[in-house]
């Protein structure tokens, strides 16, 4: 192995560690705005193709699939590639895949795009976590990935709103190509301001060696693996995965709310999605990883039973959705940042493709679950398998408590 080098292979001096972190949020944030046009997209292209719900649910399970398991090959391109190419390359990608998506005219070239799509977004997660990582040193590591991932989220919240009122006025087409011109800028900015002149490879930052060999040398740490399997398990109830899709079902359609309400519950989950992470990354920095991993567990459990149990007319259903909200979300952060912490800086690339593959992979198989248990036994029951896979993940997390003490490791 390479020997590592003290100092980050991303310069700060062009435009500092927080202007290089914006740009690496504001690019998950066009990943995350794909991802939640996409579902407003979806019954009009229905519609107008002719197409099935088992024909969505294939394009949704082959593309989610698809592009969760591409992240396990960025993270090891990660090594030859320079870091801002692959995150500005996704974001001129997307876009012209945003574009083809305007012009398809039938099920497959449908079908097609929106599996480029999520191929094209998979480098975020991996790269762009690496990349936060390299610059932070561990005092300040909880912040910035909190930053980074409600930097994601604040996409979510944004693009509904602003494409509900394009595609009304504009349509779905036009809509798909005034989304694509933050992608061709971003990609222009990335290039530009940020300074990383060497690959990793070229500047001795990674190994290039075996992968098979270093994925093996990294699943050797007894918590990385711990934390590999409580993400696994975390799944079944995790915001993106499971919380965002079926918290507004049960509103609608368990307790029968009326549809601007669910929206407007719905944007007060997507706050506390974008509020739980930035609070719970700072404190993680104070407390530690594990405490405020084991917090998050405890109030996304009480939050998601408790909704099971107050009626539909409650004053306290907005309140015990934001705290969902914030719980169920600064979960998956926390557990990045945790997983920075445990590996050494030159395989983080490939530690991240890693997870994220398999934490997809995972996220897809338990969304399935959750579906086959509301039709078959109801949401109360699924809302308990949710809460259940917090308590068990946080039992995962038990063993895994940081035992280095702070200022031993800042890298």
């Given at each position: ?207 290039g060696g075996n992968p098979l060999r270093e994925v093996f040398e990294i ?37 029968n709310l009326d549809a601007s309400y669910v929206g407007m519950l719905f ?145």
């Amino acid at each position: 192995m390479a020997s590592i080098p003290a100092k980050p292979s991303v310069s700060t001096k062009l435009w500092g560690a927080y202007g290089i972190l914006t740009l690496v949020s504001a690019s998950h944030g066009m990943s995350h705005a794909y991802t939640a046009l996409l579902p407003l997209i979806y019954p009009i292209a229905m519609q107008e193709f002719h197409f099935s719900y088992g024909q969505l649910g294939v394009l949704m399970g082959v593309s989610n699939i698809t592009g969760g398991l591409m992240q396990l090959a960025f993270g090891y391109l990660g090594r030859f590639v320079l870091r801002k190419t692959m995150l500005a390359g996704q974001n001129l990608v997307l876009a012209l895949v945003m574009g083809l998506t305007g012009v398809a005219n039938a099920y497959v070239p449908f079908l097609a795009t929106t599996i480029a799509g999520r191929i094209a977004i998979s480098p975020q997660h991996p790269v762009g976590n690496s990349m936060v990582t390299d610059i932070f040193g561990k005092k300040l590591r909880g912040s910035a990935f909190a930053i980074n991932y409600s930097g994601g989220n604040v996409g979510a919240v944004l693009v509904p709103m602003i494409a509900t009122v394009l595609i009304m006025g504009i349509g779905w087409r036009w809509t798909m190509a005034v989304f694509a011109i933050p992608g061709i800028v971003l990609a222009a900015l990335l290039m530009r301001l940020i300074d990383e002149a060497k690959s990793p490879v070229a500047s001795g930052e990674r190994s290039g060696g075996n992968p098979l060999r270093e994925v093996f040398e990294i699943l050797n740490s007894r918590i990385v693996v711990l934390i590999f399997l409580t993400s696994i398990v975390a799944a079944g109830g995790r915001g993106l995965g499971v919380i965002m899709n079926w918290v507004p079902v049960y509103l609608r359609n368990g307790l029968n709310l009326d549809a601007s309400y669910v929206g407007m519950l719905f944007t007060v989950l997507m706050i506390g999605s974008v509020v739980g992470p930035l609070a719970a990354g700072r404190l993680s920095d104070r407390f530690g990883r594990w405490a405020v991993l084991l917090a998050a567990y405890a109030w996304a459990t009480v939050s998601t039973l408790v909704l099971t149990l107050i009626g539909a007319q409650s004053w306290l259903l907005p309140v015990v959705i934001f705290i969902l909200g914030c719980a169920s979300y600064a979960e998956s952060p926390i557990l990045q940042t945790y997983l920075a912490d445990s590996t050494r800086r030159g395989s983080r690339d490939l530690a991240y493709g890693l997870y994220f593959a398999i934490t997809a992979l995972a996220g897809s198989l338990w969304a399935s679950a959750i579906g086959y248990i509301v039709d078959n036994q109801g949401f109360t029951v699924s809302f308990y398998v949710m809460s259940l896979s917090y308590v068990v993940a946080a039992l995962l997390v038990l063993p895994a408590r940081e035992r280095q003490p702070e200022s031993s490791r800042q890298n």
